[in-house]
């Protein structure tokens, strides 16, 4: 191998606003390293392909599939989790839409839908039920067959938005 | 006592209403516990290197280069697990004729399918143990595959196990009536052919095991994601020769199961076994690559089916001759025999008629095994009935509404054992159909379709009744042999402070069994739900129970939690009463107060019952009971099952173009009995119709001829995504059954039973007048096509 | 599913990426946004690979303009193209086509040079730059060339880029006032790949048509180009079926997507106002 490969490597990032320092294998994707060796097992590994969604974290403030992000590409970035957006409240409302409207079952897919509406609810606007759909399409929920979830955002978005939530008639 | 279930301003009337889900906060948090979050101290990791052929002779095993790679610890084949792990046979006692041979942890002389594991490698890390196991050489010898079902049986297939003499698992014909005097002589007899795709579970967390042997203890512990814990406790211990009492068994969340985790696998017995051998825990995760090929699949049937009616569009029988592929085994300790067993109960399940035929034919062959999966039998057999209903409506120019109308069974006729020999305690199906007419506005919906026709854009009702069978009794597995638990208990204990601990034989995935169980507590004692903790999924705490799956969660359970709970407030109320110098039959416990029942006066909290109980027992009276601790267990025995009913409709549009079919509208009205819940019920019907709907339009294991797996992976097996799919209303009949108190039937199985049949339904509703029909699910936009004829090569 | 590696290093510019595949003997991979390589790599489908990271070469990100061209680095994600007001205007067909690709979490991190890169036939990039008749930019160590789209893709997943060179910017001749750019396609799920799928660019009543999901390989559909050219719109579609050889698997067989790539090239000249 030359000189200028590795397969360790060193890394300084944030996580959930802690700074961490780690060295890794070189093709530890960055799913495993926020279960393996941060212990942050609230996202999950679904399927490590990127089709599920299961393990969509915010990096650098956006969505991206944990399985198809090598942590070695990840060098200064800023990464938040589940854990450390409920710690951090910036959540709380769709996690308590969530359970409000019962928008979980098994909740292994839960916190990658979160990490994905959160990208949708701080756009300002409501956006109608069939763009929630399609930008959630990433998500796979086995569950709860969708509406539930789409039901929570809608609601989320429309109270961020300052208009009425109409869907809460569902939940007798 | 009875609880006043018609008022709902009753005291801690908990049981009917939409409470929180107390595990919920956790869950989105990211604070759940599944099997995969959980790191043990000299934890290792298994990897299983798995058949690439469908039917190989298994030669000789080189192991020499994933010994010498790095971090590899220990490699296994099936020779050496069958050393300490005895083989098992799906086979119920039963079901007479049954065959199948026995089964390995790790195949021993034949590999039987892609996926079937061969070796296991166990290494410190995943990674590592995955590293090894692609260096192990495993000398194959092809052997010639089964994988068409309707020739298994034919003189030229190859047979699959030489031992058993052909590839006939199963086969078994129920018959009432005259039927073939019946369908020679009616006025109008309608045939299909249907197809239903073979689907697997795809559970979002895919199976998981750890499991450790603690030789110093003699003990194993296996944390595991199952739905049924007492069950492999009970089989763990029989294959590895340990006591009973020395398995515990732990299923903490659960990421989905659906049934899918209902089974004995090979590869977690082999990790158990393992984790004998090497005395420390084994974590064995399965990847989604390995889930595609060694989850259990399910569905795989191919039915002929008539129907016989008069000239006035009344049923008069139904003959089905069903087909079903289960893979080489059958599954243990269920049996793969099951769900055709299912179709020929449910064929015509809603309907009056008094002549009846269906035979099914469960075949081996070389593909994954297929098994119990949520509404086991109910998606075929409501496809093959409404299909043929539908189309007999059709041809005989009846509206669709209209034929339902003139053959469900009469709402006041009941109890009704049907041809096909069901006992039914007592459904709804028309006040079903009533709620669901006018949920959707029929007519309405007619008007439009008509409107849009003319307009050249297609659209497409579809209607789909059914029954479901729920809370089955011991005549489903204990009656064949299983050592499967058709009775569960719960014990409640009050602690000192009035809140209140459940410990329940049946287990949370997500239904929401925490909730309910906590709501039924709560009511049966008197204090708040939030106030109730539940405990789930611990052999070694609970009482010995079935776990969850056919439904039986609330219904059974459920009744044991009513009953357990009522016994603590009883027991409180005893010792209130002698602390109060009253009689208990005057006092009542109310929002965790003891009070006087006629007029509602506060005397003592149960608090206080608990600090003298647990602290101060002798200021009471020697010899009075005060066992604030308490356990039931509830089993069924008026009915083998709880039926339930309901129907559904699909409102589609289909894209004549592109046989592209857009989801519009779904509705479902379904009778569980006591709503324990309505949200709950609500979202159980909701995912199960969109399970539903991914076997009508997306979901198929695809084989090739040999039997090579074509579609192993998320990207090309599809599942239903949340652009595709309709909102849905979801509408109740509640018809409580008399065998408990409770009177709850089971929920969870409902919306995939009828989903499918209804979207066919409506797929031909909208392209029948243009000479097409589709009956071989998933109906792609291709098969949509072809049935239009715009395609034909 | 465990990515194997043979190593991994971080690439500070083109040259030095170069210089690193020059050093990992054959078995160099160029890492960019990673949503095909890093699946590929988790699905066992390549091992021991060389990744050089190219990600952090801040110059390779972006579009601008250089006279009547649009400069788009290899490196821009496919997010950035959705929303990058310069693509909105100057290509209108690739802003279009971003939303079409998998799905947010992906967008944020897959490239357009990736996607080209990778040549998976049925992406939906590799069709627009044909139909854009976009010319690719190849660095390697002989050199820079550049190369035209319909020159760049050779086969399945195969192209006219060397193992030692890198794919560093796409140049597109800018849209002119009354080009019409569209881009339709049939997918069973939202993000899914497309079962068929067209890529149009109408200029002074001449056609371009890529096609994707469709063959072994992006497929320039010249004699569907010549008839809609011509004002032929039911020779058109007979002769898109013969431009195009499509795959049968198990979503769909050849002649089912042969008819599906008939049906949209027919909603798209209805679109752009061709009688039917």
């Not at chain 1, 086995?142 to 809608?154: F, L, P, Q």
């Not at chain 2, 007492?230 to 029989?238: P, S, T």
């Not at chain 2, 009949?733 to 919306?751: D, M, R, Y």
């Not at chain 3, 947010?104 to 854009?132: K, M, W």
Request: glycine residues 10%.
């Amino acid at each position: 191998m030359s000189e200028h490969f590795r397969s360790r490597i060193d890394l300084e990032f944030t996580v959930n606003g802690e700074a961490v320092e780690l060295t890794v294998p070189a093709g530890r994707h960055l799913i495993d390293v926020l279960r393996l060796d941060l212990e942050l097992t609230g996202s999950h590994a679904g399927c490590e392909h990127g089709v599920c969604g299961a393990c969509t974290v915010l990096v650098d403030g956006q969505t991206v599939r944990g399985c198809l992000t090598l942590a070695a590409q990840l060098d200064g970035a800023e990464i938040w989790t589940v854990e450390g957006l409920t710690e951090s409240g910036a959540i709380a409302d769709l996690q308590a839409a969530f359970v409000e409207r019962n928008a979980l079952q098994c909740g292994y897919c839960t916190p990658g839908m979160l990490a994905s509406a959160k990208t949708l609810v701080e756009s300002g606007s409501v956006p109608s039920r069939e763009a929630i759909r399609e930008h959630m399409s990433g998500n796979y929920c086995r569950c709860t067959g969708y509406e539930a979830i789409v039901d929570a955002i809608e609601t989320v978005a429309r109270t961020r938005a300052g208009v009425e939530a109409r869907v809460e008639a569902k939940v007798r | 006592m009875t609880i006043r279930f018609e008022d709902p301003n009753r005291p801690n009337s908990y049981i009917g209403r939409t409470v929180p889900r107390p595990n919920a906060g956790k869950l989105v948090a990211g604070r759940g516990r599944y099997v995969d979050d959980i790191v043990l101290p000299r934890m290792v990791h298994v990897a299983f290197v798995r058949s690439p052929h469908p039917h190989a002779r298994i030669g000789a095993i080189e192991t020499g280069a994933a010994l010498a790679e790095k971090g590899v610890l220990k490699v296994f084949t099936g020779k050496d697990l069958a050393e300490i792990c005895t083989p098992w046979e799906g086979k119920l006692a039963h079901l007479q004729g049954m065959k199948t041979p026995p089964q390995h942890p790790l195949a021993v002389e034949r590999a039987c399918w892609v996926g079937e594991p061969v070796v296991a490698v166990v290494g410190r890390t995943r990674a590592e143990a995955e590293a090894g196991a692609a260096l192990v050489e495993i000398d194959f010898e092809p052997l010639p595959a089964v994988t068409d079902i309707r020739t298994a049986l034919d003189k030229g297939t190859p047979v699959l196990h030489e031992a058993l003499g052909d590839n006939l698992c199963f086969r078994k014909s129920n018959e009432a009536g005259e039927v073939d005097r019946v369908f020679a002589e009616a006025p109008r007899v309608v045939e299909a052919t249907f197809k239903t795709a073979r689907h697997t579970g795809v559970t979002l967390e895919p199976r998981v095991i750890i499991t450790d042997w603690n030789g110093a203890d003699g003990q194993l512990t296996a944390h595991v994601s199952n739905q049924a814990p007492h069950m492999l406790q009970v089989l763990l211990a029989g294959h590895l020769d340990i006591p009973e009492s020395r398995v515990h068994v732990i299923c903490g969340d659960v990421g989905g199961s659906f049934g899918l985790k209902v089974h004995v696998y090979p590869d977690e017995v082999a990790t158990a076994a393992i984790a004998k051998i090497m005395g420390r825990p084994v974590k064995f995760a399965s990847d989604r690559v390995e889930a595609f090929t060694s989850d259990i699949h399910a569905r795989d049937h191919e039915a002929t089916g008539r129907i016989a009616l008069d000239e006035n569009g009344m049923i008069l029988g139904f003959d089905v001759d069903d087909w079903t592929g289960i893979g080489p085994y059958s599954i243990y300790p269920r049996t793969s025999a099951v769900e055709g067993l299912q179709v020929t109960n449910l064929i015509g399940g809603p309907y009056a008629f008094d002549h009846y035929r269906c035979r099914t034919s469960v075949v081996f062959q070389n593909k994954g095994i297929c098994a119990q999966y949520r509404a086991v039998g109910h998606p075929v057999a409501v496809a093959i009935t409404e299909g043929l209903v539908d189309k007999a409506a059709a041809e005989m120019g009846i509206d669709p509404i209209e034929i339902r109308r003139r053959n469900l069974i009469a709402d006041d006729d009941y109890p009704k054992t049907t041809a096909a020999g069901l006992k039914l305690e007592g459904l709804s199906h028309h006040k079903s159909l009533d709620s669901l007419i006018e949920a959707m506005d029929y007519e309405g919906l007619r008007a439009e379709q008509k409107d849009l026709r003319e307009k050249g854009v297609h659209r497409g009702i579809g209607i789909a009744s059914f029954i479901e069978l729920t809370n089955p009794s011991p005549f489903m597995y204990g009656i064949g042999g299983a050592r499967i638990s058709a009775q569960d208990g719960c014990t409640v204990r009050m602690d000192p402070d009035g809140s209140v601990v459940a410990l329940t034989g049946v287990t949370e995935q997500g239904q929401g069994t925490e909730a309910i169980m906590a709501q039924i507590v709560a009511e049966a004692v008197g204090v708040s739900p939030d106030l109730v903790r539940v405990v789930t999924g611990d052999t070694r705490v609970t009482p010995f129970g079935g776990g969850t799956w056919a439904s039986r969660g609330a219904g059974i359970g459920g009744e044991a939690a009513l009953q357990a709970g009522r016994a603590v407030r009883q027991q409180a109320l005893e010792v209130a009463a002698a602390m109060l110098q009253a009689k208990a039959g005057d006092l009542d416990v109310r929002d965790g107060i003891i009070v006087d029942a006629r007029s509602g006066e506060e005397r003592l909290t149960l608090a206080e019952v608990g600090r003298i109980v647990y602290f101060r027992g002798d200021t009471l009276p020697k010899g009075l009971p005060r066992e604030l601790m308490q356990t039931r267990h509830f089993i069924t025995s008026d009915y083998p099952y709880a039926f339930t009913n309901g129907v559904q409709a699909s409102y589609v549009e289909v894209d004549t173009d592109t046989g592209f079919v857009k989801l519009l509208k779904h509705w479902c009205v379904e009778d569980c009995g006591r709503i324990i819940n309505p949200l709950l019920v609500d979202e159980q019907i909701r995912g199960g119709i969109v399970q539903g709907i991914g076997a009508a339009l997306f979901e198929e294991v695809c084989y090739d001829a040999s039997g090579q797996m074509l579609n192993g992976t998320m990207a090309d097996y599809l599942v239903p995504m949340s652009a595709e799919m309709p909102d849905m209303v979801i509408r109740h009949v509640e018809t409580p059954t008399a065998e408990s108190a409770l009177g709850a039937k089971g929920a969870g199985e409902a919306g995939t039973a009828g989903a499918p049949a209804a979207i066919m339904n409506a797929i031909n509703d909208a392209i029948r007048p243009l000479g097409g029909t589709v009956t071989h699910m998933p109906f792609t936009p291709e098969r949509i096509l072809r049935a239009l004829g715009t395609i034909t090569d | 599913m465990k990515a194997s590696i043979g190593g991994y290093a971080r690439a500070e510019s083109v040259p030095h990426a170069l210089s690193l595949l020059g050093e990992a003997d054959g078995v160099g991979r160029i890492l960019a946004g990673g949503q095909s390589l890093i699946a590929a790599l988790n699905l066992g489908v390549s091992a021991g690979d060389m990744l050089v990271d190219i990600t952090g070469i801040e110059t390779l990100r972006g579009a601008t303009l250089d006279g009547d061209r649009l400069v788009i680095g290899a490196l821009t994600r496919h997010g950035d193209i959705a929303r990058d007001p310069l693509i909105a205007e100057h290509a209108p067909l690739l802003a279009a086509a971003a939303p079409l690709i998998a799905h947010d979490a992906i967008r944020n991190r897959g490239t357009i040079g990736g996607s080209l890169a990778h040549a998976d036939p049925a992406a939906e990039y590799p069709a627009c730059v044909l139909a854009l008749d976009a010319t690719l930019v190849l660095e390697g160590p002989a050199g820079r060339r550049e190369v035209a789209a319909e020159d760049f893709f050779l086969g399945l997943f195969e192209t006219a880029r060397a193992d030692e060179e890198i794919l560093t910017a796409i140049l597109i001749p800018c849209a002119r006032p009354g080009d019409r750019h569209v881009i339709r396609e049939a997918a069973r799920r939202a993000g899914d790949y497309a079962l068929a799928g067209l890529a149009v660019v109408r200029r002074e009543g001449r056609h371009r048509i890529g096609a994707f999901g469709l063959d072994d390989r992006p497929v320039l559909c010249a004699g569907a180009m010549a008839k809609w050219d011509a004002g032929d719109v039911d020779g058109m579609i007979a002769a898109l079926a013969k431009d195009i050889d499509p795959p049968s698997d198990t979503q769909a067989s050849a002649s089912y997507r042969r008819h599906l790539a008939g049906v949209l090239l027919r909603r798209i000249a209805a679109e752009l106002g061709e009688a039917q």
